[in-house]
């Protein structure tokens, strides 16, 4: 009973560090402006989720997880980065665009349809069919 429990007690240990770094490697991916900085960042959100991946033991796709995209499609995104070079321009140079306001507005549409939908939800209108 003992072994059952330690053992359960480091799984959880394993899983939630494999969450933390899920979560930090991808927030830090679009946090970095260097897109090499970013990339390395991917390839440490996709390690992390093969881990979470042999924890559900799935282990096909932890290792297709890791071959595919950390091995293969992450070389290509690096060759790209590579063969692009750094950026010159600065993105927010004249203030902001069309698609900045679009992006704002795109994401206060759906802010107000899952707000809508939770409504709904919480009312009980989505419960039951309507009779049309």
Do not use: T
Not at 47 to 70: K, P
Not at 108 to 126: D, N, P, T, W
Request: glycine share 12%.
């Amino acid at each position: 009973m003992l072994v059952a429990s330690a053992g359960n007690v480091l799984v959880w240990m394993v899983w939630i560090g494999a969450a933390f770094a899920c979560l930090g490697s991808g927030v830090a991916v679009v946090s970095f402006s260097n897109p090499f900085f970013s990339a390395l960042a991917l390839i440490g959100n996709l390690a992390s989720l093969a881990v979470l991946y042999l924890l559900l033991s799935a282990d096909f796709v932890a290792a297709a997880q890791v071959l595919v995209y950390g091995g293969a499609v992450m070389v290509m995104f690096l060759f790209v980065i590579a063969y692009v070079g750094p950026r010159q321009e600065s993105p927010w140079a004249g203030g902001p665009s069309w698609q900045a306001a679009g992006a704002v507005l795109a994401a206060g549409a759906l802010l107000v349809e899952i707000i809508v939908v939770i409504g709904l939800k919480a009312g009980g209108r989505l419960a039951h069919p309507a009779h049309i």
